[in-house]
């Protein structure tokens, strides 16, 4: 299905329809690939205290979290009934007020294995204290001290695949996301990603 199939949350002419259809892609793929998806919206910001040149040339600190998440998903579930591992999406944005980077992300792990991201506590056994956890490897700080800098917007949790509640569709998803592909605070032209997904095999693509 083309990306301009779908409805968008903001103008079509703040859209980078790229980005866009990349999302589209990673979207259908997944939810065609796995019986149940849970989708999540979070954002990452750095800390408060450090200074906007320091965030800018700390250009690995997604990669690093990724990387980190990705681990500690597959490790946590190795040995359960369901196994999950982790797939993402996200952009990377410049606040006009601070000038320093921020992330924008839909993750995506087994619906078997996760429900919901759960409470915002770092110490609890859910998917939030992953995250938190996670965060916190990739900027080298207390885990505490990363679950502030972890943003879970409302009406978060996206569940897409068949079972009571789990009632939602790919296009809430990419409507949800079409966010993350708009053209504003986005920096173009210093050799750096401002948005990318997981990788989708070139025939579901």
Known sequence: MRCDDYS?????????????NKLVKWSEYLSERNGRVLFVRIDLHFPITWEASICLEDKSSISRFTAALKGMI??????KTHYS??????????????EKPHYHLILAVNG????????????????????????????????????????VPDNANYRVGSGANWNHSV????HRGSYLCKKATKVYGDRTRSFQTSRVPKQAS
């Open 8 to 20: 968008i949350c903001i103008d079509s002419s703040g859209i980078n329809f790229g980005y866009l």
């Open 112 to 151: 078997h294995a996760f429900r919901q991201v759960g409470t915002a506590d770092h110490n609890a056994n859910n998917l939030f204290s992953l995250i938190c956890r996670a965060w916190a490897s990739a900027l080298c700080i207390h885990p505490g001290e990363a679950c502030r800098l972890v943003h």
């Open 74 to 79: 597959e490790n946590t579930t190795r040995n």
């Open 171 to 174: 296009d809430d998803v990419i």
């Open 85 to 98: 591992s982790l797939d993402y999406v996200w952009c990377k944005e410049i606040s006009p007020e601070t």
